[in-house]
């Protein structure tokens, strides 16, 4: 199935059928069903990536795992693989469209879990939805104790007593448009995608013109009524909530052998899945607090993150160099080096480590933010990795750039 020319240029969001070129070899983006996958598939996923390429996953902000490092002769091995645990799709297209995430402890049977599965199906059967725009995605909320409905999607749905709430993203964030029951929701979505069709230039929401969203909101006003009140979105969560437990990856990386011992943590506590979320966190339902605080304290010893206060959780960092080709910086290095100092001097704001100006790591602002260039770094204060540096300094002054914490 795999081709050199299938090998997509940088820039493009990689799948697994059109994995895309990187520093560190080929990454391989692996979509599961509903955003989770199952304990034999976390361990294949383990195993492939330390047998295939360099051991090295990421959990992305879409709610979706890359395995690196890998070869171009060894993808139709990896893809074998993928498609014997389900998780490859029939073509390259409908494996590119079907971007939908859903809140990690929606469950089998539950309206938000049965809205996903039937937008993952239509997306993935219908050729016309393949013309959408590139990275076009739909949220689907429970509403539930780990609420994805303040993160950024082009169309988002939120589950709510009786009603589902409808919203669009817009520069300044989602805005709830409206409400409609809940087996009128997929039609509702499918309304306004096929409105995003008609649009000339297609784009992402964010960026229509305002004739094209009058257009798309006059497509899908009629099947909405007034909304309710929504009650605030609770977000990410780490550690144990209700009888699920959270654990994230620092930077969103982990190890082949990280993963395969999380498989095992998982199945000993009463788990049959993983469940990704865009917060780089994985959410596993346990048999009790006492199996999910055992399952915490094993994650904390092969290095993940189980503690809200970790610093780690407040800085975004891409791979850097050597990892990506257009990083000339050892980002998560210099990142975990902040972490270190951001604890000891109780900083407690915002840091973006960005191996270029691309700022692939994080597009919304942070308190500090460093830009890789030419082995240096950009001070960007309360800015994006886009915005004009302040100064430039070098890997090696990092210590310069949190104050001391105050005695007095």
Not at 12 to 23: H, K, N
Not at 169 to 197: F, I, K, N, Y
Not at 236 to 265: H, K, N, S, T, W
Not at 274 to 286: A, E, I, N, Q
């Amino acid at each position: 199935m795999s081709t050199a020319a299938a090998i997509l240029k940088k820039g493009w969001c990689p799948g697994a059928l059109r994995p895309m070129q990187s520093g560190d070899g080929l990454i391989v983006r692996v979509r599961p069903r509903v955003g989770r996958f199952d304990l034999d598939a976390a361990r294949m996923l383990a195993d492939a990536a330390q047998r295939l390429g360099n051991g090295h996953i990421d959990l992305t902000r879409r709610a979706n795992l890359q395995i690196r490092g890998l070869s171009d002769n060894r993808l139709d091995e990896q893809q074998a693989e993928l498609g014997r645990f389900g998780l490859l799709d029939d073509d390259a297209g409908s494996e590119a469209v079907r971007n939908v995430m859903v809140a990690p402890l929606a469950e089998r049977g539950s309206v938000a879990y049965g809205i996903a599965e039937r937008l993952e199906e239509i997306l993935a059967g219908d050729p016309r939805l393949r013309g959408l725009p590139a990275k076009f995605g739909v949220l689907v909320d429970d509403g539930g104790p780990a609420s994805i409905a303040d993160e950024r999607a082009d169309m988002a749905l939120r589950v709510a007593s009786g009603f589902v709430a409808f919203g669009i993203d817009t520069p300044h964030g989602t805005r709830w448009l409206g409400a409609c029951a809940s087996r009128d929701a997929v039609e509702l979505v499918v309304t306004a995608m096929q409105a995003v069709l008609e649009c000339v230039p297609r784009t992402r929401m964010r960026d229509l013109s305002a004739a094209a969203l009058s257009k798309l909101q006059l497509a899908v006003m009629p099947k909405l009524q007034p909304l309710p009140p929504l009650d605030p979105a609770r977000g990410r969560v780490i550690g144990m909530l209700d009888d699920a437990a959270g654990v994230a990856a620092p930077f969103g990386r982990l190890e082949a052998g990280q993963l395969r011992r999380l498989a095992d943590l998982a199945m000993m506590a009463g788990a049959r899945d993983l469940r990704l979320s865009p917060w780089r966190t994985l959410y596993m339902r346990v048999r009790d607090a006492a199996a999910g605080q055992a399952l915490l304290e094993g994650a904390r010893a092969i290095g993940l993150i189980v503690d809200e206060r970790d610093p780690l959780l407040r800085i975004e960092a891409c791979p850097g160099a050597p990892a990506c080709v257009s990083g000339t910086v050892d980002a998560r290095g210099d990142a975990r080096r902040l972490a270190r100092l951001m604890a000891e001097r109780r900083f407690g704001g915002t840091v973006h480590v960005s191996g270029c100006a691309k700022g692939c790591a994080r597009s919304a602002p942070s308190d500090l933010v460093l830009v890789g260039e030419a082995g240096r770094y950009g001070v960007v204060r309360n800015g994006t990795a886009r915005d004009a540096a302040d100064r430039t300094i070098g890997p090696s002054d990092l210590e310069l750039l949190l104050p001391e914490p105050s005695h007095g």
